[in-house]
């Protein structure tokens, strides 16, 4: 911990100054504290949401490259295009941003696509489900990831000027402050003496 | 390092973590009829909306209430109520969030802590929004 002072002149208009300050210098630690936790705390729901995200998208791209490949294999490569046939409506993100407490970070919103119905090659509705699933996924992680990347980045920021304010600004404030009282209580005392020894040096001179 | 820049250092903390409030808050209803749903910041940047959140928020909301709840729901922390704790103002808000949190007593304004701030932040990532407020 810093032991220094404040270089300020002694008067009273600084004293007023600096503790009008620590009141503000406190006030703002405070807020930055109570954001710096909230910060946290979304840091670790949006961390908890991408182990998820990454584990479902994992464990089904897998499957559906599995099921991929056996569909390739029975109908070849005409698959995709029937299929792009059957697509009215395709499947998009858009992505944009989202602002999570002054923290800047991509967001994206995926809509779902829509087919007109036709049952020729079994198994394709099951299949084109799990595929929206897993890119709908993969977008959500990536927008998972990238907020826990920027809110790790804000809460270091974040930690840094709490710390600043906590360890350092508001304890050379106070200590300046509490110089401040001593030099003016010593003034205090020294006027006192100062008076007393007018005091009497004027009755001596009274008494002659 | 002069006393009047630490003064605007300090006040500019507290400016800084309050940019990132809405400019104009759309309604519930307004919201549902855009296709991509977003609004503007004071910073002058656009938050989107996921229209999920949205469709969840109806399934909490009096129909009455649909073109009355705005957008962000705003979740006010003050240290003057201690550490953690919110406070959500707006009647409607307060209803769709102490029944989505299902808190028995209604009470405005509606106090919340911070298992409950993060609860809803969990859900409604894009709809809620927290603003510091320092006095």
């Known amino acids: 911990m810093s032991t220094s002072l404040q270089r300020v002149r002694p008067t009273k208009i600084e004293l007023i100054k600096l503790r009008r300050r620590l009141?503000?210098?406190?006030?703002?630690?405070?807020?930055?504290?109570?954001?710096?936790?909230?910060?946290?705390?979304?840091?670790?729901?949006?961390?908890?949401?991408?182990?998820?995200?990454?584990?479902?998208?994992?464990?089904?791209?897998t499957k559906v490259y599995l099921d991929t490949l056996i569909l390739y294999g029975a109908y070849g490569e005409n698959l995709f295009d029937h299929m792009k046939g059957l697509t009215s409506k395709p499947m998009t993100a858009v992505v944009g941003l989202e602002n999570i407490m002054g923290v800047k970070t991509?967001?994206?919103?995926?809509?779902?696509?829509?087919?007109?119905?036709?049952?020729?090659i079994p198994y394709i509705q099951t299949y084109r489900a799990q595929v929206v699933e897993l890119l709908s996924n993969i977008v959500n992680l990536g927008r998972a990831d990238k907020a826990v990347e920027s809110l790790g980045k804000e809460i270091v920021r974040t930690k840094r000027k709490v710390n600043a304010l906590e360890y350092y600004f508001i304890p050379a404030i106070e200590r300046t402050v509490r110089?401040?009282?001593?030099?003016?209580?010593?003034?205090?005392?020294?006027?006192?003496?100062?008076?007393?020894?007018?005091?009497?040096?004027?009755?001596?001179?009274?008494?002659? | 390092m002069s006393d009047k820049y630490i003064d605007e250092l300090l006040k500019d903390f507290l400016r800084i973590v309050n940019k990132h409030l809405p400019y104009t808050r759309p309604t519930l209803r307004e919201l549902r009829e855009l296709k991509n749903p977003f609004i503007i910041l004071r910073d002058g940047g656009i938050h989107l909306i996921d229209p999920s959140e949205i469709e969840l928020l109806y399934q909490y909301i009096d129909p009455d209430d649909e073109g009355k709840l705005?957008?962000?729901?705003?979740?006010?922390?003050?240290?003057?109520?201690?550490?953690?704790?919110?406070?959500?103002?707006?009647?409607?808000?307060?209803?769709?969030?102490?029944?989505?949190?299902?808190?028995?007593?209604?009470?405005?304004?509606?106090?919340?802590?911070?298992?409950?701030?993060?609860?809803?932040?969990?859900?409604?990532?894009?709809?809620?929004?927290?603003?510091?407020?320092?006095?």
């Not at chain 1, 007393?196 to 009755?203: D, W």
């Not at chain 2, 201690?82 to 969030?97: C, H, Q, S, Y």
């Open chain 1, 106 to 120: 991509h967001s994206a919103i995926v809509s779902k696509p829509s087919y007109t119905e036709e049952q020729i």
């Open chain 1, 179 to 208: 110089y401040l009282r001593m030099k003016f209580e010593e003034r205090e005392r020294e006027e006192k003496a100062r008076m007393k020894r007018v005091k009497q040096v004027l009755t001596r001179r009274k008494a002659l």
């Open chain 1, 23 to 61: 009141e503000l210098a406190r006030k703002v630690h405070k807020i930055l504290r109570e954001r710096l936790t909230i910060l946290i705390n979304e840091f670790f729901t949006r961390l908890r949401e991408a182990v998820e995200l990454r584990k479902a998208v994992y464990s089904k791209l």
């Open chain 2, 70 to 135: 705005r957008i962000p729901i705003i979740i006010e922390v003050n240290p003057k109520y201690g550490e953690g704790t919110a406070v959500v103002r707006e009647p409607i808000a307060a209803k769709v969030v102490s029944r989505f949190l299902k808190l028995s007593h209604l009470k405005e304004p509606l106090f919340i802590y911070r298992s409950q701030i993060s609860e809803l932040r969990r859900i409604f990532r894009t709809t809620t929004t927290v603003v510091f407020i320092a006095e």
